[in-house]
């Protein structure tokens, strides 16, 4: 598709009136996803949105995106929206910045390159087909599948074999998984309150979330102190987080530390994947011909063996159909920032102390880069079609300095979910099932999404 050019842009961003006192934000937080993908339409590539007493500038130009993101840690810092963050997280990977933030960045990613990625993809793959075959079984009993909480139980299940190894026990699997569910909760009710006054009175829902909170304390110290006696198995995450040195001090990470990078890695790391896994289920469920291929493609490159980590680039329709799946439901469905310089883009003025919002939801649909744009289409991610695009009309891991450390390790689950699941089974849509995006902290599904499973004969 030819993109039309991109006008330019007045000095001031406009956008809609509001009402007194609170602008936009009824609008907002009644239906995010419609209100600003309206705005972006009617408005265009940069909107002023009235939240409160706040003013932020929605920005929807790819160029201007880069700009944004890859001045990250420069001329534009992360939003205060991130400080709501904090009571659980501590200053972890998402939530710190400046120094602290690139010493931190420079101890946790090398956890992340691919030859530790190819030492943890056995283990991966082995939780996967722990799982298929329980779905398999259901398969022989016509009894449907919870797609949501089932992604959710095994992307949990993953990053905690993961980073911890053999370290977790079952009652410990429930009591986590619980506090995981209230905290998500709690986020979600706090990301669009203009003050966190309502967080410190003495509430139930308060009172639960500081009970999980701990909870996650207890067994994320627990498992630090045993890792640090030597109980931490080589190879996990955990262990090269300890072994973790800074080069110019020498010096690694202490406990609060650690227990803040690991927690958020796990909250990170398990909810996005989980939210596209489940929708890309979904998707092939509702497209049999992509369901077909991905089969065809797992039994082609792995036949019935286990897969090893150079198997995934050969995976490349798992890879579309995931790269598509993102594109329609990117779990970041924001990223927010806020300018600590006055900028110009192409003539557009942001003062410093702006807060900009940039949404891979509304970008990821913009009429002028994806062609019908609600349809799904993983021929979209062929790399002749990649090409043609500009950079930052596709950007579900962020980009810049800041981009998802996670990024592989995500791409490894979900590709060997996606093709170790067709591989012996088949989806269908239970009758009446129409899940619509919600927006809360990161992107799901408005229902339970019940699918059939059945093994794949063809
Ligand atoms: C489909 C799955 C995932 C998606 C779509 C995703 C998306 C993102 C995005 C958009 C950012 C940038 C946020 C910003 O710039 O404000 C980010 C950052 C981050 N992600 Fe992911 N993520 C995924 C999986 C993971 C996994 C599996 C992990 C860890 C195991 C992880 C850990 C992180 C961390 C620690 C950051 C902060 C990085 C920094 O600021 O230095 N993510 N992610």
Not at 27 to 34: E, V
Not at 55 to 64: G, M
Not at 440 to 452: A, D, F, K, W
Request: hydrophobic share 45%.
């Amino acid at each position: 598709m030819a993109a039309e050019p991109a006008p330019v842009p007045g000095p001031r961003a406009p956008g809609p009136a509001g009402w007194p006192l609170l602008g936009v934000l009824p609008r907002l937080r009644r239906d995010p996803l419609a209100f600003l993908t309206g705005a972006a339409a009617r408005y265009g590539d940069a909107v002023t949105l009235r939240l409160g007493p706040r003013r932020v500038v929605l920005i929807n130009r790819p160029e201007w995106i880069h700009r944004i993101l890859h001045e990250t840690e420069g001329r534009y810092g992360k939003a205060a929206f991130y400080d709501k963050l904090v009571p659980v997280l501590g200053y972890g990977l998402v939530t710190s910045e400046g120094a602290f933030w690139r010493r931190q960045r420079r101890l946790v990613q090398p956890a992340f390159q691919r030859a530790r990625l190819a030492e943890l993809c056995t283990g991966v793959a082995e939780v996967i087909e722990a799982r298929v075959r329980a779905w398999g079984a259901l398969a022989g009993r016509g009894a449907a599948l919870e797609v949501s909480r089932e992604s959710t139980a095994l992307t949990l299940e993953i990053a905690l074999r993961a980073f911890f190894g053999a370290g977790i026990g079952d009652e410990e699997f429930r009591a986590l998984r619980g506090a995981v569910a209230q905290l998500q909760a709690a986020l979600n009710r706090r990301l669009w309150s203009l003050t966190d006054l309502g967080t410190r009175l003495p509430t139930p829902a308060n009172r639960r979330f500081r009970a999980s909170c701990a909870v996650l304390d207890d067994i994320v110290y627990r498992l630090i102190r045993a890792g640090r006696a030597g109980g931490a198995s080589r190879g996990v995450l955990l262990g090269l987080l300890l072994e973790a040195r800074d080069e110019e001090s020498g010096a690694g990470m202490e406990d609060r530390e650690l227990r803040d990078e690991v927690l958020t890695l796990l909250l990170a790391g398990h909810e996005t994947s989980a939210n596209v896994l489940a929708w890309a289920w979904y998707r092939l469920a509702r497209h049999p011909d992509w369901a077909r291929r991905v089969a065809l493609e797992a039994r082609a490159v792995l036949g019935s063996r286990a897969p090893e980590f150079d198997d995934l680039p050969r995976l490349t329709t798992a890879r579309m159909v995931l790269e598509e799946t993102m594109r329609l439901y990117p779990p970041a469905w924001f990223l927010a920032r806020t300018a600590r310089e006055d900028d110009s883009l192409d003539g557009l003025r942001l003062r410093a102390g702006t807060t900009v919002l940039i949404s891979p939801y509304v970008t990821h649909r913009h009429p002028r880069y994806w062609e019908s744009p609600e349809e799904f289409r993983p021929e979209r991610f062929a790399p002749e079609a990649v090409r043609a695009r500009p950079r930052y009309a596709y950007f579900p891991f962020g980009g810049g300095p800041r981009r998802c450390v996670g990024e592989a390790f995500a791409m490894m689950e979900m590709q060997l979910a996606l093709a170790l699941s067709a591989r012996r089974l088949r989806m269908a849509t239970a009758p009446g099932v129409r899940p619509v995006p919600r927006a809360y902290v990161t992107l799901r599904p408005s229902e339970e999404i019940r699918l059939h499973p059945a093994p794949r004969d063809d």
